[in-house]
């Protein structure tokens, strides 16, 4: 018996060892694409901060040598953090601005840290964090070496300089990684968790209820009914956190639609027509200010790379959670800020990864992301992200 | 056995969103401040003064001399572009026309009117645009609001402004102002817009 019990463990400790080295190695590798893209955005940040543009950042935001990271919508992050909310009608005011990183600042400023400290290290941490889950979730629907390609690319995506500004996105893009991945490894609990988390920090965590539903479903039969329940949960919950979100705002403000009638300030009011409102207004937009033409060119890309996912195999929960990521603000009349909203579209990155397989186009991708992604950080004073 | 399997899916995923729902509402709950009843006192008295945009009030300045006086917040024709300003009309003859950014005329009135500053004279007689815009940023920034027994209190380019709230609607009803060069008080009312008044105004020609 001891024998057998010996012959058998041998295999097992191999494997172990095995799997280890490969998450090493696996870590190593994302680990080092983290490392690149937010050294080229930290380093050009600085250059941005000693040398120029001025742009529209407030002075503040030139105070310190990462100041353009903290610049724009940050400034509300803050306020948020700092003085909780309030909306002022027909202004622009912060209900606009989901609760659970501003939560988060102020937990980092509760240990001592400043908010724009706390948010820094966040955002970057947290992508580096949130680039392993990512990896790991993309390795589980797709394979290896797709997820090795989509995670590369991720880390030096041009618009990804907004995972390194102290914005919620790095946090949201993990936690949409780890409630699926979870949701995979029949954990039901932790994907309600995750799911929930993902949409108390930005709108678009809700659609990753798509994939998770179908997931759900997919189970269905492996699962016991209270384990069913939980995934059905865990499916409700991004509704049930922005529900709490409104419910919070009805009892401080006394308006629970504050989140929604805060975003008409900022121009973006959703209605059936809003697409076309958004095409149709495209050459008064560009007349007022050029820089929409970004947007629209993010825009074009995100569709583009979502059809090459579709291509490779990418299943339909997933396009169309992605779709949805960067059609529907479109329906609230315009193009802005698409190319950041469009990073929390996990199958843009496996379409990329798709069209990464040839290793011309490989080349081409690496050869462009580097310097767009320090040309990002250059004209970040002068449009917001 | 099967309906049993049912109702605990359904009892289970009713457990997870209500604590979903909750927990969230208590974490934010407890780890955001909530705005301070000054804050909120100067977004409701904001609010009052964006609805409407015609002020009647009655002004008694620091000498004890009482005017009445009428302030329009509308669009006006200047230098061939429409633009938003402000018209006030004192019953001593005094008119102003202020259209931000460069335009601020003041004819007629007496000699103390003239005298004044045309903000102090603005301010008092609760022109709703200035002081609906202060209030807003500083309800917006936190700070520089003061709310005690029904009257708010803020600074606004050099003056110390309390405004007299009524007790249910939060409406500003009276003003009090003292500047370095100036002091008085005001009652105000919030009147309707109609367009016989705009046209006894004369703000159509303009």
Redesign the interface.
Known sequence: VATLEHAGSVPLGLRRADESARRLRAVARVGGWWVVGRAIILVTAVVVHNVGPTGWIRLVSHAHALGPLEAWDARWYR??A??????????Q?DPAFF?LF??ML??GHAVGLGYTTTGLILSNVGFLGALLAFYALTRALLGESMARRASAYLAIFPFGFAFSMVYPESIVLGLIALAALAALRRRWGWA?VCA?AAA?ARPEGLFVALPLAVMAWDQRHVLS??A???A???V??PV??I???S??LG???GDPMAWSQAQRAWGREFSPFGFVHAVDGLGRAFARDAWVTRDVIAVVLYLVLIAAAARAGVSWPWLLSSLAIVVLPLFSGSFDSVGRFGLLAPAAFWGLAALGRDPRVHRVIIGASLPLLAAAIVVLPLRFP | VRARGTWVTLGTAAVVVAAVLGLGFVVQRTTLNAPSQATLAAIRSATWLERYRLVDSTITLGNGRELHGRCLQDWVVDAGRRRRGAILRLNDGYELLAVPPHTLSATGGTAVTQAMSPLVLMELAGCPRVLARRLQTLAQERHGLRLADGRLSFALKGTRLTLALAPRTGAPVGITLVAPTARGTSRIRFTPVTTQLRELLGVSGR
């Open positions: 306020m948020v700092s003085d909780g909310y309030v909306l002022i009608p027909g202004r005011s609760p501003p939560i102020r937990a309600a929930a108390l009914p209270r069913r329940g939980v059905l949960g865990a409700l919950a049930a956190a529900g709490s979100f419910l919070y009892s401080a403000i």
